[in-house]
């Protein structure tokens, strides 16, 4: 057997780079995967499933499947998307930004609408950045120099299994050589969680009250008057947690779906932003939220860099607009206005709400994916394709807007194409179609 080294996780947003995968000589068998959490280790053995599906499939009018080659895959894609007036092409935090990119141009040539999984999960984030800008670091600086870690709306213990100890709370750092005992933790969560067992405070907020308890921090800062409780937390208590931040040397604030999905979305986030430049007249801050997919981080970096907007892009006039709450894949779906529908490297079938899912399920529909997800069940085409990180490399961008490089560490299945490969296929069938128009 060999040893590959240097090896990045394609799971969460954490894009651990330093997994060793041992493989079988001959490259063709992952024997073991070291120093990766459970999600993502099992990643990397999913890709070994005696049952994976690797061949393209068309549903049958019975519901049963139909293998087809690549080919009549992306010829099926290509018409359907040529066809709509308005196809979705969602998904996109599953996969390298080089696919991305194809993905984009034939977006293009379609007038599609391009989103990705920010829509259901950091969209609001997105949009508070674009409200009030963000003062925010890499994780580097983080495991270095953090001395006051908040974790608000997040559970890492379960989410991003390995954050606490690459990065946020138990590594030592340059400045922060006692580890665990170099920093304060502080969580933010109604619910007593895996991550709150291990904070010095938690701080059990009323579920959807985030913005006043939030509010009353700053308050706090400068010594102001509040009421006895805000948010179901205990004035006292909100008085000690701001002193405590207030008195690190660099408080960095990770926030998740409990603050970005509850009452107040994107307004939430103005207000942890605006806590931390508060805190920036005391000390050192930032703020950096804890995204999901592995590249979803790329996705919007990618779209930013080609139409000027990280998600909810719609190209249907010719042009890039972008309004989430209009041109947002779930808005959309329940309005009808979506004619075809394009997955790749997500699982709406999972995510997006169950009239979503129908509306998908009525639609002619491809669904790129090396997983058979409930995305590929209601879809009309399924297209398994290579695991990027284990069978392809390409650019991913952690959750801080560093990019990594992933790696190959083992051979797709014989004649299993990647995301790359097929999108480019799906490109030529539409230049060809537009080329005949
Ligand atoms: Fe993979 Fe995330 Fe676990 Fe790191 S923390 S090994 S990136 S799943």
């Known amino acids: 057997s060999k040893l590959v080294t240097d090896v990045i996780c394609p799971f969460c947003g954490t894009l651990c780079d330093d997994l060793e995968v041992e493989v ?39 519901g049963t499947w139909k293998d087809v080659s690549y080919a009549e895959a992306a010829k ?7 066809e709509a007036k308005k196809p979705l092409m969602y998904g996109w935090s599953s996969t390298s930004c080089e696919a991305q990119a194809t993905g984009h141009m034939i977006a293009e040539q379609v007038g599609g609408i391009v989103d990705n999984t920010a829509t259901v999960c950091h969209g609001p984030s997105l949009i508070a950045v674009h409200d009030v800008g963000i003062p925010s670091c890499t994780l580097g600086e983080v495991k270095n120099r953090a001395d006051r870690i ?34 304060k933790i502080i969580v933010v969560d109604p619910r007593p969680t895996d991550t709150a067992s ?35 937390v205990p004035k ?5 947690v701001s002193r405590v931040l207030k008195s690190g040397r660099f408080v960095v604030i990770f926030f998740g779906m409990g603050v970005t999905h509850s009452l107040g979305k994107n307004h939430n986030i103005d207000e942890a932003i605006a806590v931390t430049s508060d805190l920036n007249a005391y000390t050192k801050a930032s703020i950096i939220p804890m995204r999901g997919h592995y590249n979803v981080t790329g996705s919007g970096q990618v779209l930013g860099w080609q139409f000027g907007f990280p ?16 041109t947002s894949s779930n808005d ?106």
Request: aromatic content about 8%; glycine content about 8%.
């Open 24 to 62: 079988s000589d001959d490259g063709k068998q992952i024997l073991e995967v070291r120093n990766a959490c459970a999600i993502g280790a099992t990643k990397f053995l999913h890709s070994q499933a005696s049952d994976r599906i690797i061949r393209p499939r068309m549903k049958q009018d019975d």
């Open 76 to 82: 099926y894609a290509a018409k359907i998307l040529c």
């Open 150 to 183: 908040v974790f608000w709306g997040c559970n890492p213990a379960h989410a991003h299994p390995r954050h606490m100890s690459r990065y946020s709370i138990f590594p030592r750092g340059y400045f922060t050589g006692k580890g665990s005992k170099s920093r």
């Open 236 to 240: 006292e208590k909100i008085y000690e």
């Open 332 to 437: 959309l779906l329940l309005r009808n206005e979506v004619d075809a529908c394009f997955v790749l490297g997500s699982d709406p079938g999972s995510h997006f709400p169950n009239k979503s899912v129908q509306e998908i399920y009525k639609l002619p529909s491809v669904c790129i994916d090396p997983h058979m997800t409930p995305t590929a069940a209601v879809s009309k085409c399924h297209v398994p394709v290579a695991f990027v990180g284990v069978e392809v490399g390409g650019s991913c961008y952690r959750m801080d807007n560093v990019p990594i490089e992933s790696r190959k560490v083992v051979d797709p299945p014989a004649g299993m194409l990647t995301d790359d490969e097929f999108l480019k296929l799906v490109l030529a069938e539409v230049m060809t179609i537009k080329g005949a128009a």
């Open 198 to 232: 291990l904070a010095d405070y938690h701080v059990q907020v009323e579920q959807g009250r985030d913005y006043e308890l939030l509010n009353a921090i700053r308050v706090a800062f400068k010594n102001g008057p509040l009421p006895d409780v805000v948010a179901g």
């Open 311 to 326: 998600f909810c892009v719609d190209l249907s006039r010719g042009f890039a607009r972008y309004n989430p709450g209009e």
